[in-house]
């Protein structure tokens, strides 16, 4: 698709998914490493499997960040960005669940760059992710632009709110029905349903780098309870999953 | 000890070793949750019991700090910063072979502030950390001022360094034997280790709270290459071990 080489990292991502959900391998050895993803549960969930939770995953860096400095459309991670996403794209096999927790909703809902570019809608373009997105469900996207409803090939529409995130997300809970909600980045829209404690769990993978600079997942977020309830992980990332204490 | 009040968590922390190493209870039923201590290895470690490693623990926020904003003599962790260690304090006999490996070095070395205030020796003082510190073997600290060696009771001696890090790692090396060496913070010490090269393991401990504001522990550390090789947990903490890389 047009401007679609931009965002280079989701046919990655996309195929990293798509391999995980076919190799359900959890350990393997790679040269001296023994990569595992036995878990550590931390806390019983409380998640009676009635009632749909609003969950989030983002990848951070160890010092806090979802993307490094000076992003831009050519370079939507920033500098050393894409570092932070090397558990998806090198050893998905390892990273099955946590790969397929992350596409497991029954709706989502993004900021609008995670959708396309900035500004007004250039209508005949249909956003990053190719026409047969990985999502397979109602999408809600954060816009201050309307536009039409977006059917993509796949069960994937993009629905573009203009009113808010508290109706975005009173619309995917309705599209969702039992299945969970997925606020699906970017960092900003986490930060805002964050902030507004409409969040359940946030499922962090912390990769083992160090940005320096950037964009921070938590800036300005405060009165956070959170509570682990499992970890687990590899060589490249440690996944944590927080239940949000209210 | 005159003053010894001012730094609180001290007498506790000893009090939490203490009582983790005669309790090695893995898991318990605490109300609804259910607290597990058995971990994932992330990759082998390299350590093959011959060499002294040099090693580093330290607790931070989920948003990097070791310490909440406006740091005093008289509250040393900064605003909220005692919420980090609840891991230490609260459930020690969850969290034993992380509190043991804390105090398993043969040598430790320290920043000035982690032994006493700053400015001139107080010689009539004898540090934050009583007449019997937890350490029970040699401890380095970097400081400005010369000060002779000050013998504790249980085995520890505190030694103070003027000439830099390097020599005070020389000189515990040495001290250790085949024993490792410990960064015992804080995180100034820690960082200056780090950005030198020089730390083997770092260990962290990431307590689930947001601080906002306070000290960051890798506020200006670049070039550190991590790699996660054993991850557990608890409700109030997340232990991720990572090898530096180098």
Redesign the interface.
């Known amino acids: 698709m047009k401007r679609a080489a931009c965002h280079g990292l989701l046919p990655l991502f996309v195929r990293a998914v798509s391999t995980a959900a076919k190799v359900p391998t959890y350990d393997r050895r790679d040269g001296?490493?023994?990569?595992?993803?036995?878990?550590?549960?931390?806390?019983?969930w409380?998640h009676d499997g009635r009632m749909s939770r609003v969950t989030c995953d983002l990848t951070i860096s160890?010092?806090?960040f979802v993307a490094g400095p000076n992003q831009s459309l050519a370079d939507p991670l920033g500098e050393g960005g894409e570092l932070l996403h090397r558990w998806q794209f090198e050893e998905p096999e390892s990273n099955t669940d946590a790969l397929k927790g992350i596409l497991a909703a029954g709706a989502y809902i993004m900021g609008r760059n995670m959708f396309a570019g900035p500004g007004r809608w250039d209508e005949d373009w249909r956003g990053w992710w190719g026409e047969e997105p990985p999502y397979h469900a109602p999408v809600f996207v954060l816009t201050h632009h309307p536009r039409k409803p977006l059917e993509m090939q796949g069960g994937t529409t993009f629905n573009f709110v203009t009113d808010g995130i508290e109706s975005a997300l009173t619309q995917a809970r309705a599209a969702a029905g039992n299945k969970d909600v997925a606020i699906a980045g970017g960092a900003q829209a986490a930060r805002q349903y964050l902030s507004a404690g409409l969040i359940d769990e946030l499922r962090?993978h912390?990769a083992?780098?160090?940005l320096?600079a950037g964009e921070?997942l938590?800036?300005?977020?405060?009165n956070?309870?959170?509570?682990?309830?499992e970890?687990?992980?590899?060589?490249?990332?440690?996944h944590?999953r927080?239940r949000v204490i209210r």
Chains 1, 2 share one sequence.
């Open positions: 001296d490493n023994f990569l595992a993803l036995s878990r550590t549960r931390t806390a019983e409380w160890l010092d806090g962090l912390i083992p780098i160090v320096g921070r938590l800036e300005g977020v405060t956070l309870n959170l509570e682990p309830t970890v687990s992980g590899t060589r490249l990332v440690t944590v927080y």
